[in-house]
């Protein structure tokens, strides 16, 4: 076609292409208040009307619509076009269902124009048409399109095997006549449904070439024009009623002869929507998104309404539904779709409503068969027997004359939940081929949502894991207040290898332990988990900072080579103001110092990673005064993959050298400056420590003889000490359970005598040494035993208690809770 003549078409093949021929397309878009907004010079050559006399006015006055005969000749008339791909008896609608906004959905049609406006020979024209709502804010409403039928029988030879209706279809030009052509491309295949995104394509690129709207046909490709389903019954019905034979009604479309075309043409637009949603479901794998996606497909090009329920242990995520659903299986309403206006089904049919639905329901029928089910229109006996099912609700006037379809979604033979689909009176009723079409979609539907659960599931086992293996860290141990934070990665199965974790100790100390295994997954975590205990069970038996990193290392190798883990362990004494710290490759730690509020990382042997073996770990000792903050984190929130990790330590010293109000407020100042920081994809464990300390004269200790007659002078200090604290009320407890520990003591001490000493925090502390390095045993006595009793009344009635060996010394401590206001 020539680039001006506006009327010529000259037919073309490509490789690969069946294209027969070009013609002219009349754009005309209408607005929402029926005026005319825009009239290309195709529609001034088609309808002989002038762009200025066509703007602004009623479309209706403009454009061919009614479907009636015309009393007089010169009228323009209608000669609608039975839909050749729906079931129902009608013909398809006019253009007048378009325009007076009466349907939501495209319809077609076709017109002869009589004069005024005919051709320079004053012949009629035979005018196909096509119309388009839009949506959106834009205050477009309808897009039409119409083309010279007569013109396309010329292009095509007028071969006789079929008129043109069934083998066109519509493209859009590239041209200042045509509005927001851009958005206009990439709806493209939205807005002409039967047009696939391969075919949307080459049209668009076709008419970037030629310059102006055209209308392509193929000889060989089966395009339907209207977006309706399903083929010709056996009887159709005229405008007036009267009914003819399928032959007569599909004549009204194409010449006789065509119908095998139109069935292959009606199964190959099924197939080709089918694949359409094949590709924009399942996008995601995360739940929400996926029920959205498989309830938004089928509307409105299927039908005018979908509801999707589920199971509640699907929508959980959780393992697979066990057996078939019942009576009793309760149903989530997880999403709805619809074209209606905006609110008329919320308060009917809410989302995320959960019940379980009556037995004598087509619902229940399908969720329990797992086949589809099929109402071609809903009558009122019918309406009113199943909204008699559902308490304080009346669905009648949402599903009366509506067709009704049910397909179950399915995942390996188990019904996954089921979804509603509906079509309004004035569209095609499901059938047969319908319901085929919706079982299919919700088989692939159901694969996917299945998919989705699935990841949920894994993601919920993992996420229960990783939870799991993180600590309850107290916010207050003795001498220091705790924040932490944990991260999970980003990236697909987010569960790591990071962990932290704080321990008690005898003395009043603290341990302060943060770790990462190296790698993801399943793996790492179990790594993970194992190092904690590790870790956990030899800080309690007190073992060196340097000796506990050795062990670790030796732990790691047995457990396999690939096993790599970075730790650093540091204990807190708040009585001597003192932290001592060992480091197994991690990165260093960040101390707050709060007389000055100046950050720093503290300088300390790096150490191999735990796994290497054969290399020595050394210590080092660090002081501290109350109200320093001590920051320990992994690498994940410090290494940003493309930047120096050098960057990130100082972005972290300086975020937490910030003021906070809280330690809380602090982790989180923190985590604000160092996450916004993008590509961070490893998981992050943070760990804060104000190291508050401990008052001298919160601290009292004593030498005892291992001499009988100390546990009475024991007693003694320790009532003396409370009182001068101001505790009397734990006098009397505080002096039974030292009367115990220490007569223990006595009885075991050789030659070192005995320590007692009394550390008041929170709660008080009372710690018993002697040089007898066995530890004591809760023993099982007897009615008539004299020996045993002493650790079950500290068991009794202190809120903690331990004992740990160092060297051949023991320390019997335990922990007796203060009263309110203490």
């Known amino acids: 076609m020539n680039r001006g003549s506006g009327r010529d078409a000259t037919p073309e093949r490509g490789a690969g292409d069946t294209t027969a021929g070009r013609i002219p397309l009349a754009v005309v878009v209408v607005d929402r208040a029926g005026l005319v907004s825009h009239w290309s010079s195709g529609a001034r050559r088609l309808f002989g009307v002038r762009r200025e006399d066509a703007v602004g006015h009623p479309a209706a006055d403009l454009l061919p619509v009614s479907g009636a005969l015309p009393d007089d000749p010169h009228e323009t008339v209608a000669?609608?076009?039975?839909?050749?791909?729906?079931?129902?008896?009608?013909?398809?609608?006019?253009?007048?269902?378009?325009?007076?906004?009466?349907?939501?959905?495209?319809?077609?049609?076709?017109?002869?124009?009589?004069?005024?406006?005919?051709?320079?020979?004053?012949?009629?024209?035979?005018?196909?048409?096509?119309?388009?709502?839009?949506?959106?804010?834009?205050?477009?409403?309808?897009?039409?399109?119409a083309a010279d039928a007569t013109r396309l029988g010329e292009e095509r030879g007028d071969r006789g095997d079929g008129g043109a209706a069934e083998r066109i279809a519509p493209g859009f030009a590239r041209h200042t006549?045509?509005?927001?052509?851009?958005?206009?491309?990439?709806?493209?295949?939205?807005?002409?449904?039967?047009?696939?995104?391969?075919?949307?394509a080459r049209i668009v690129s076709q008419v970037l070439e030629l310059g102006y709207p055209v209308l392509e046909f193929s000889q060989s490709a089966r395009v339907p024009v209207t977006p309706y389903w399903g083929v010709p019954r056996r009887r159709g019905r005229t405008r007036a009623g009267t009914a003819v034979s399928r032959e007569r009604a599909a004549a009204a479309v194409v010449p006789a002869g065509a119908e095998r075309d139109l069935e292959y043409a009606a199964v190959r637009e099924r197939l080709e929507f089918l694949?359409?949603?094949?590709?924009?479901?399942?996008?995601?794998?995360?739940?929400?998104?996926?029920?959205?996606?498989?309830?938004?497909?089928?509307v409105p090009r299927f039908a005018d309404f979908a509801g999707t329920h589920l199971r509640a242990a699907v929508l959980a995520g959780?393992?697979?539904?066990?057996?078939?659903?019942?009576?009793?299986?309760?149903?989530?309403?997880?999403?709805?779709?619809?074209?209606?206006?905006?609110?008329?089904?919320?308060?009917?049919?809410?989302?995320?409503?959960?019940?379980?639905?009556?037995?004598?329901?087509?619902?229940?029928?399908?969720?329990?068969?797992?086949?589809?089910?099929?109402?071609?229109?809903?009558?009122?006996?019918?309406?009113?027997?199943?909204?008699?099912?559902?308490e304080k609700r009346d669905l009648r006037p949402l599903i009366t004359g509506r067709s009704l379809l049910i397909v179950p979604l399915k995942a390996r033979n188990v019904v996954l939940g089921f979804t509603v689909l509906m079509?309004?009176?004035?569209?095609?009723?499901?059938?047969?081929?319908?319901?085929?079409?919706?079982?299919?979609?919700?088989?692939?539907?159901?694969?996917?949502?299945?998919?989705?659960?699935?990841?949920?599931?894994?993601?919920?086992?993992?996420?229960?894991?990783?939870?799991?293996?993180?600590?309850?860290?107290?916010?207050?141990?003795?001498g220091c207040d705790i924040a932490t934070r944990y991260l999970p990665g980003t990236r697909l199965g987010r569960i790591g290898g990071d962990w932290f974790d704080t321990v008690k100790l005898p003395g009043s100390r603290t341990a302060l332990v943060v770790g990462d295994v190296m790698g993801h997954g399943l793996n790492s975590a179990a790594?993970?988990?194992?190092?904690?205990?590790?870790?956990?069970?030899?800080?309690?038996?007190?073992?060196?900072?340097?000796?506990?990193?050795?062990?670790?290392?030796?732990?790691?190798?047995?457990?396999?080579?690939?096993?790599?883990?970075?730790?650093l362990y540091a204990v807190y004494d708040p009585i001597r103001g003192e932290l001592t710290l060992a480091n197994a490759g991690h990165?260093?730690?960040?101390?707050?110092?709060?007389?000055?509020?100046?950050?720093?990382?503290?300088?300390?042997?790096?150490?191999a990673p735990i796994g290497v073996g054969g290399v020595p770990f050394e210590a080092a000792r660090v002081k501290v005064a109350p109200g320093d903050r001590l920051v320990l984190c992994t690498d994940g929130l410090v290494e940003v993959r493309g930047s120096d990790i050098g960057e990130g330590l100082a972005a972290l010293c300086e975020s937490a050298a910030h003021p906070a109000a809280s330690m809380d407020d602090a982790c989180d100042t923190i985590i604000r400056a160092l996450n916004t920081r993008g590509g961070r994809k490893d998981d992050v464990a943070l760990l804060m420590a104000r190291l508050n300390g401990i008052p001298d004269d919160h601290v009292a200790a004593w030498r005892l003889d291992a001499d009988p007659r100390e546990v009475a002078r024991a007693r003694r200090l320790v009532r003396e000490r409370l009182l001068e604290w101001g505790l009397p009320q734990a006098v009397e407890t505080a002096e039974l359970?030292?009367?115990?520990?220490?007569?223990?003591?006595?009885?075991?001490?050789?030659?070192?005598?005995?320590?007692?000493?009394?550390?008041r925090t929170d709660a008080l502390l009372f710690e018993v040494t002697d040089d007898e390095p066995t530890l004591p045993a809760l023993l099982t006595t007897g009615p008539h035993d004299e020996a045993g009793r002493g650790l079950r009344v500290v068991s009794r009635l202190a809120r903690e208690w331990g004992a740990s060996a160092t060297g051949h010394r023991k320390t019997v401590w335990f922990e007796q809770a203060l009263t309110e206001g203490h």
């Open 79 to 145: 000669e609608p076009v039975p839909d050749a791909y729906t079931s129902y008896a009608g013909p398809g609608p006019d253009l007048d269902v378009s325009l007076g906004r009466h349907t939501g959905y495209a319809t077609a049609g076709r017109a002869r124009l009589c004069p005024p406006r005919q051709t320079p020979d004053g012949e009629r024209i035979d005018v196909l048409w096509w119309a388009y709502p839009l949506v959106g804010p834009d205050p477009a409403r309808l897009l039409v399109l």
């Open 177 to 200: 006549e045509l509005p927001a052509f851009e958005e206009l491309e990439r709806r493209l295949p939205e807005i002409l449904p039967n047009m696939g995104p391969g075919l949307s």
């Open 275 to 298: 694949n359409e949603v094949s590709s924009r479901i399942g996008s995601s794998l995360d739940l929400d998104a996926t029920i959205r996606e498989v309830t938004s497909a089928a």
């Open 318 to 390: 959780e393992d697979f539904p066990d057996g078939p659903p019942d009576a009793t299986t309760v149903m989530f309403r997880v999403w709805v779709e619809h074209n209606d206006e905006p609110g008329r089904w919320d308060d009917t049919v809410p989302v995320g409503e959960a019940f379980a639905f009556p037995e004598h329901t087509p619902f229940y029928q399908c969720m329990v068969t797992g086949e589809p089910v099929l109402i071609p229109r809903v009558t009122e006996e019918l309406s009113h027997r199943i909204a008699g099912e559902f």
């Open 423 to 478: 079509r309004r009176p004035d569209r095609p009723q499901f059938d047969d081929m319908d319901r085929t079409t919706g079982a299919e979609l919700a088989a692939r539907a159901g694969l996917v949502l299945d998919n989705a659960r699935m990841y949920t599931y894994q993601e919920n086992v993992a996420d229960t894991l990783q939870d799991s293996m993180l600590p309850r860290v107290a916010p207050r141990m003795a």
């Open 527 to 567: 790594m993970m988990g194992q190092l904690r205990t590790a870790v956990q069970t030899m800080a309690t038996m007190e073992t060196p900072p340097v000796q506990l990193l050795r062990n670790l290392d030796d732990l790691a190798r047995r457990l396999g080579d690939s096993y790599l883990a970075t730790c």
């Open 587 to 607: 990165i260093p730690p960040v101390l707050v110092r709060a007389e000055d509020g100046r950050s720093e990382l503290i300088d300390l042997p790096t150490g």
């Open 737 to 759: 359970l030292v009367s115990e520990v220490v007569t223990n003591a006595v009885r075991h001490a050789e030659t070192d005598g005995v320590g007692l000493r009394v550390v």
